[in-house]
């Protein structure tokens, strides 16, 4: 069994969770340290989006132990990691009402609400709010409504919210989705110069795409039919052969100027 390591930010131990007979995950081992920014990557039902939301304290698994901040799931108030935790996902985007106003999207973060719930808030948080908004490369959309924004928009929003309470960690549930090419690796640019901050928190991102990987990652978790692949630095995990046992086809991939490419062969 793995040592409990009280300073990491993520530690699993045998963690599995189950839904009637289905196995979402199984017997997960796995640490997030603090100064480390990690990526999941899977295809389609591997569980990504699971391991995410117990990251998030958002779920508790079905057996084995997960720690967050060093405190175990289950034996904690989630109420209290949760402001610690930012996090950016499809679940989460589903509930933001259409005609919630950007600007009180981002700041009632603060308060672990989504959008506004009185009428004024601190006019430093208001001021981070817009500041983090321009960080994502969304400036000046402060008063537009949630609904009237583009897909890439919305994700960008969705990170500052993310942002607003400065968290410990970072969870980002596939951030470049229904991005174009451009909005992609402008996103990428942002998240990299976000990731190189020395006060930068531990990260999670998870996606489907090597492409979309940020230079700065420094971790890979690949996941399959709810099963680790392979964990660990990014240069020893993504290789072809582990890669190709990930997706299940025949895959070459190469590191160029800090990004990844993968393609079949
Ligand atoms: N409540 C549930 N009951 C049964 N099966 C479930 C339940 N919730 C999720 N699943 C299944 O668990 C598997 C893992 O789901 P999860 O959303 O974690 O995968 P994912 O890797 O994020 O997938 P995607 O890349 O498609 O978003 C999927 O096959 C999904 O259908």
Do not use: C
Not at 51 to 60: E, F, G, K, P, T
Not at 97 to 111: K, N, R, T, W
Not at 153 to 166: G, P, S
Not at 179 to 185: A, I, T
């Amino acid at each position: 069994m793995a040592e409990l390591n009280q300073d990491a930010v993520l530690q699993f131990v045998d963690v599995t969770v189950r839904r009637g007979s289905k196995v979402l995950l199984d017997s997960i081992n796995w640490t997030v340290e603090e100064d480390e920014r990690w990526a999941v990557l899977g295809p389609n039902g591997a569980g990504k989006t699971t391991l995410l939301q117990l990251a998030a304290a958002n779920l508790h698994p079905t057996s084995g132990d997960a720690y967050v901040f060093g405190q175990r799931l289950g034996s904690v108030d989630v109420f209290e990691l949760r402001p610690r935790i930012g996090l950016s996902s499809a679940a989460l985007a589903q509930r933001i009402p259409a005609g919630e106003q950007v600007i009180d999207l981002v700041v009632s973060a603060g308060y672990s609400v989504l959008g506004r719930w009185r009428e004024a808030y601190g006019r430093l948080d208001v001021r981070r709010a817009a500041r983090l908004l321009e960080r994502l490369g969304v400036a000046g959309m402060d008063e537009r409504t949630y609904g009237t924004l583009s897909e890439g928009e919305r994700k960008r929003v969705q990170i500052a919210r993310a942002l607003m309470t400065d968290p410990e960690l970072l969870l980002l549930d596939e951030p470049a989705a229904g991005m174009d090419l451009g909005g992609r690796e402008d996103l990428l640019r942002r998240l990299t110069r976000l990731a190189a901050d020395p006060g930068a928190p531990a990260s999670v991102l998870v996606t489907h795409h090597v492409e979309e990987l940020p230079p700065g990652i420094s971790h890979v978790l690949l996941l399959r039919e709810g099963a680790v692949v392979a964990a660990g630095l990014a240069r020893d995990v993504l290789t072809a052969e582990s890669l190709s046992a990930t997706f299940g086809l025949s895959l070459r991939i190469e590191r160029r100027d800090g990004r990844w490419y993968a393609r079949a062969v």
